[in-house]
């Protein structure tokens, strides 16, 4: 099996080249003067540099290239993750990250949602105790941010050029984006934090004409991150380790966690029917005057055991391998409504 990853690796390095052209042009997408989304060149990333604001310092001629590479390497991920579960070659790590099959059949006590659901989908669970349904639910995110048809043949997905053109909406932003209100973004956001995804933008920030755009604010301690090939030249893959740690993780696995919350990329023709009904959720949070309220989230959103009124629960958040996994063993529903699990998924796929 082992044979089977490295090779699908090697095929990944040399599509590299198919996925993006270098680009020396700033594109912004959204042109500020008419609000109006400006398409962009087939395999051009759109990054905007805000360099009035102060965070930016010192990173702004590494971001460009930095950024881009990220996005490859995410983009490298997702393709990987598709074409694995394409081939049943995950080696226990969709159970890991997603659902462990019931030690026996009396554990199945999940009540009747699970039972509707598995109607609805016309699935049922297969021999190992996993709904194939969820699993085929979890390769469609990871192939339509790779832009891959999941009925391709894996010779198709080798060969397959460019990216998802609805990738085309996204601009990766160093700094903050004009005109995004974002009450709870200040320097300790941005020091805890690599990344934020804005989407529904028209609706939320009246920035462009279309809900199809989002903003990705890469922030100052995304940078601290390698890229995948940083961590082949200089430190190897045996410098690793065998368990799922913070070694791992690179620039390119914080954008591919950013691309799994946006849910016009991930919500597709195949997956919508169990989109809204594993993914949809209403979460609590304090308003203004400290009271909760109710919201909808309709995107796979960041677990976070206040919000979700598990307050005696461990993990605290969903961040990282370790509470990724936690998710599952205490309600597996939450692993999928979770992005750092489908990041943590195809980050431990790549480097195992
Ligand atoms: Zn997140």
Redo the contacts with the bound molecule.
Sequence with gaps: MLSTIRLSLVACVTLTSLLFHPTTARVIPIDPTTNQLVPRANGQLNIYINTADPSVAGIRNDARPRITEGAKDAVIMARLACALMMLENYEGLYERYFESPPLNDDEDNDDEDDDQEEEEDGGGQDEAGVDPARKQFVQTVFCAIAGITPECSINDIFTQRGTNPKLDGLTYSVGKYPGIEDHDRNFEHDAVYAAT?YQDILTEYNIGNTDDAAIMEIHRRAFDFPNIEDIFENRGCQALGAADSGLMTTLGAHIL??LV?WHHLTRTPENGHIYNQLITHDVYKPNENGEEVEETHDYID?YDRDEYDDKDLDPPDGYGPQHAHQLVVNDEQDSFRN??NYRWFAVSLYWH
């Design positions: 995804l966690h950013e919350h960041d992005a750092d």
